[in-house]
């Protein structure tokens, strides 16, 4: 089983449609993260969380709200979606950033499409 | 501004080797790291420098040049299954800014 996964995988949406992507891990790390990946861009920080309760914005969080009820979870909402909210979304964990590498380890990814 | 600059594509020969420049402008510097991203997977880590200097990992070797703003990841022996993007990426005051990808397509 993956350490982080990522539910759903896929999924066709209209636009003005609630989402709710849901990310969970097996890590035992403090913090996850939520980006989204466009071609020709790269990975771009939506939300950050250090630990349960917390949340931070990241460059791109207009649009978006995440929850961190618990520390194995991690899930990001889009209220009401638009066509270029279609993309690539990733969740990731880390442990420290600077501890020895501060390696990132993502989930498969989830590819949402807004009509 | 934040900036990482990547080619956008570069193609190699089974076998040989080929280097990935990446160049940054970044308000800090905390370390870089490479990671692979396979077509439609979630990138993986390959590497991570924060001192000047080169790192060796098997057949892939990083490069920094903090001076500079510089780094290259190093591919030898290239085998097919390394055809992926390789992702560049500095973490600037505890966050990581993200270069788009260098796309390496290899030929038999």
């Known amino acids: 089983d993956a350490d982080v996964t990522q539910t759903p995988r896929n999924r066709i949406t209209k636009t003005g449609k609630r989402i709710m992507l849901e990310c969970s891990q097996t890590k035992g790390h403090d913090r996850m993260y939520w980006y989204r990946q466009d071609p020709g861009l790269g990975l771009r920080l939506i939300y950050y969380s250090f630990d349960v309760k917390d949340i931070n914005k990241g460059e791109i969080s207009d649009g978006y709200s995440v929850s961190r009820q618990a520390q194995a979870k991690f899930s990001l909402s889009l209220e009401s979606a638009i066509p270029n909210q279609t993309a690539l979304y990733f969740c990731?964990?880390?442990?420290?950033?600077?501890?020895?590498?501060?390696?990132?380890?993502f989930g498969e990814g989830s590819r949402l499409t807004v009509l | 501004g934040q900036n990482i600059d990547q080619p956008t594509e570069m193609t190699a020969t089974e076998g040989a080797i080929v280097q990935i420049n990446c160049t940054y402008q970044t308000s800090g510097f905390n370390g870089l790291f490479w990671y692979q991203q396979h077509a439609g997977e979630a990138p993986t880590f390959l590497s991570y420098?924060?001192l000047d200097g080169l790192e060796e990992k098997g057949r892939f070797s990083s490069f920094l040049s903090r001076s500079k703003g510089y780094s290259y990841l190093l591919l030898k022996e290239l085998q097919m299954k390394d055809s992926a993007s390789y992702l560049c990426?500095?973490?600037?005051?505890?966050?990581?800014?993200w270069g788009a990808g260098t796309k390496l397509i290899i030929k038999p």
């Open positions: 990426a500095v973490d600037s005051n505890y966050q990581l800014i």
């Open positions: 990731a964990t880390g442990d420290r950033l600077t501890s020895n590498t501060g390696e990132l380890f």
């Open positions: 420098n924060v």
